[in-house]
C-alpha cells in the first residue's frame, strides 16, 4: 500500500516504484501528481487522454487502437 501511495502522490522515490514491477501501461487520473510527472520519466509516452484519465506506456509497448462497436459489448441478456 505504502507504494501504491508513494506512486501515485508522485512523492519522492515514485520512480523507483514504477521501474520495480514489469508494468507495461499506467492508468493515471488526469490533474493528479502524477499525471504532471510522467512526462519526466524518459521513454514513457502518454498513449490516451480523456477528461478523466491518462495512459502512459512503457517504451517499447503499443497499445492497440480500436474503437469499440456495439458488437463489442456483452450483456447479460446474451444467450450462446
Given amino acids: 500500500l ?10 519522492p522515490g515514485w520512480q ?3 521501474e520495480k514491477y ?4 499506467v492508468l493515471v487520473p488526469s490533474l493528479s501528481r502524477l499525471s504532471a510527472a510522467m512526462p519526466t520519466m524518459i521513454g514513457w ?4 487522454q480523456d477528461g478523466v484519465y491518462e495512459v502512459y506506456a512503457r517504451p517499447g509497448f503499443v497499445l492497440p487502437m480500436r474503437k469499440l462497436t456495439i458488437l463489442d459489448i ?4 446474451d444467450f450462446p
Fill in 16 to 18: 523507483n516504484v514504477l
Fill in 45 to 48: 509516452s502518454r498513449t490516451y
Fill in 2 to 11: 505504502e507504494e501504491h501511495l508513494t506512486l501515485f502522490s508522485a512523492k
Fill in 22 to 25: 514489469p508494468t507495461d501501461a
Fill in 74 to 77: 456483452q450483456t447479460d441478456l
